[in-house]
């Protein structure tokens, strides 16, 4: 597994799909549908955060989601917004949401074979 992370508007998408040989893949855009995987195709998991914030929304349980995940696609890509960073927001929810996103992201980068951090287009390999 790959996890790839950045800012808002990064290019992080851009990146892999630039960086990483892929012939066949299938794009996740913000959700495990595994409906639209066929074998053979590398997984692209992109806006896993907001994947995090959905399954929140509806009571679902994404640590485990992503480890079940993870360990049925072990080659997939995660794509995520870094979503720590600036001011702590008032609302609960949103707290909630940012504290699990970013225990999940820890998880994930320790488990993950390379980590890339993408400013401005840029990918920084952070392991």
Not at 31 to 37: C, K, N, P, V, Y
Not at 61 to 68: A, F, H, L, T
Not at 91 to 118: C, N, P
Request: hydrophobic share 40%.
């Amino acid at each position: 597994m790959k996890l790839i992370i950045g800012g808002y508007a990064q290019g992080k998408l851009n990146y892999v799909l630039k960086h990483y040989e892929l012939e066949n893949y299938v794009l996740l855009d913000g959700t495990l549908s595994e409906a639209a995987i066929e074998a053979g195709n590398t997984v692209i998991l992109h806006c896993f955060h907001l994947w995090v914030k959905d399954g929140l929304k509806r009571g679902a349980n994404p640590e485990e989601e992503i480890r079940k995940f993870v360990k049925e696609y072990p080659d997939c890509i995660i794509i995520s917004d870094e979503v720590g960073n600036g001011i702590v927001p008032i609302d609960a929810f949103e707290r909630e949401y940012r504290e699990r996103t970013g225990r999940m992201l820890v998880e994930l980068a320790e488990k993950a074979e390379e980590v890339v951090r993408v400013i401005c287009g840029m990918g920084q390999k952070i392991k």
